[in-house]
């Protein structure tokens, strides 16, 4: 009897337990326009997007995956499309993009199964097919997170849905081998081994690589200086990309307890939010706290354990028939 009433109270507790930590609803906010690109050189590029992906297309798409996620809102849905575009931003810039977001791979998948709209789209957007491919094989690299969040927060200004759909920015440091190829190699090095191919996105390529080249810069400077509390902590998640210098001196010189130091410079909203730390896998790439139930890699990859999905221009993928 003793053993009984100890197993149901522990049941009572986990259930309990599991309540309290419900996933975060999205916000009814409105979207902001021009997908909120913050970069005046990286704007042609969402006008662009928007021309080469139909209306009809968009419809089916959102029409799809509301009948397939009877639980998701209008709105919801909105606000993930909105991110899976700002995704595609990025992918038009950067040579390789994983995938952070459950919720965003969901929709991309969804329209990998409107085989020609999606054809059609890719080709007018990235004159080739972005191919959307499970990473089963592919070595995880630390810090490419914190890669893909400091070039997200240098072009886009994030929403407080951003945070719920990718997870909260900046919780890692970025990989020392990437910093070390940006502080060493030219400009065509970098352009050659990091950002995708073509003129379209060459202006605001050219910015990421002396902005980051730049932080770099500022960073050694501050550390000579020896400063005790080099940064102090800003006011608003707003106000996100002027925590990329801390982010980038603390990747440098503070890597080991990265995480300690740039919850210093936080805006207070963010760490009384809860969603410190949200990312539920760890490795290369994986999906978040606040994800699709499923929270996999479409093709069976499952986002814990470091795999994940990413976006490429060539090679294999995992298309709809």
Known sequence: MIVFVF???M????????????????????????????????????????????????????????????????????????????????????KSVPMFSGKVDAVWHEMLMFTRDYEDFSKKFYNSFLHHTP?????????????????YLQVFSPARNSRLIWGEFLRTPIEQGILHDFRTKSEGELLAKYF??????????????RQLKNDIREAEMTFSKNEKKPFTRISSSHDMSMLLPAAVFFSIYEHDDYSSHIEEVLP?????????????????????????????????????????????????????S
């Not at 995708?196 to 910015?207: F, N, T």
């Open 268 to 320: 207070v909203e963010m760490m009384k939010s809860g969603y410190a730390g949200a990312t539920s896998c760890s490795g290369f790439a994986c999906s978040t706290d606040h994800d699709s139930d499923s929270g996999s890699c479409s093709g069976g990859a499952n986002c814990s354990g470091g795999s994940s999905c990413s976006s490429c221009g060539g090679g294999g993928g995992c298309g709809g």
């Open 135 to 151: 990473n089963m094989e592919i070595v995880p690299i630390p810090g490419e997170r914190a890669f893909f969040d400091w070039v």
């Open 11 to 94: 049941a009572v507790s986990i259930i309990s337990g599991n309540k309290g930590k419900r996933r975060p609803r999205l916000y009814a906010d409105e979207l902001p326009e021009g997908l909120g690109i913050e970069k005046d050189a990286a704007k042609p590029l969402a006008q662009h997007l928007e021309k080469a992906m139909s209306d009809g297309f968009q419809s089916n798409i959102k029409n799809r995956m509301l009948k397939e996620h009877p639980s998701w809102s209008e709105k919801h849905f909105d606000w993930v499309f909105f991110e899976l575009k700002r995704f595609f931003v990025l992918s038009s810039i950067l």
């Open 7 to 9: 197993i149901f109270g």
């Open 196 to 209: 995708r191919d073509g003129e379209a996105a060459r202006e605001i390529q050219l910015y990421l690589i």
